[in-house]
């Protein structure tokens, strides 16, 4: 990842109304493809809690039944409630990041993110959005792209 990083990566303040990605896609006319959501999910294994972050594009969804859970290596894998992932992260709701999570957590990107030339990322504030190639949001720490990590809607 090139040490410049304030040259590839820029931040916008938006309405912190607009911060869902549908509804900042109708209110800026920017592509669905170009947004990626960062959930987190969590499951248990011999009584240890595993948690990761998932990216994915704004118009497809997470598969956490099959391909997180395995990577996960759990039985069941979920999306951690609201309260906990506000509450774990530090960031606000809708806005969450895969910039600055807790140490240890891995983050899978969907291949087909890394790939866009640019993509849209909650900043862990409602109130902006990160704009990055996606190929960096591929090469955070901790990150790993994962082919099939999401499925289209």
């Known amino acids: 990842m090139p040490s410049d990083l304030s040259a590839q ?3 916008a303040e938006i309405d912190p109304d607009h911060a869902d990605t549908a509804v900042l896609v109708e209110q800026t006319g ?4 170009d947004m990626a959501n960062c959930i987190i999910v969590s499951g248990t294994r ?4 595993r948690v990761c972050a998932a990216l994915v594009q704004g118009h497809t969804r997470a598969d956490v039944n099959k391909t997180i859970r395995k990577l996960l ?12 992932a506000v509450e774990r992260t530090g960031m606000e709701y809708g806005a969450i990041t895969p910039v600055g999570l807790p140490d240890g957590w891995p ?4 291949t ?14 409602r109130r902006s959005k990160l704009r990055l190639p996606g190929s960096l ?5 901790g990150a790993r792209s994962v082919e099939g990590l999401a499925f289209e809607t």
């Open 107 to 110: 983050v899978l990107v969907d």
């Open 30 to 33: 920017m592509a669905m493809e």
């Open 112 to 125: 087909r993110v890394g790939e866009r030339e640019l993509i849209i990322i909650g900043s862990g504030l």
């Open 137 to 141: 949001a591929a090469g955070l720490p």
């Open 73 to 84: 290596d759990v039985r069941k894998a979920s999306f951690m409630s609201t309260d906990d």
């Open 46 to 49: 011999a009584g240890e809690e």
């Open 9 to 11: 990566l820029q931040v």
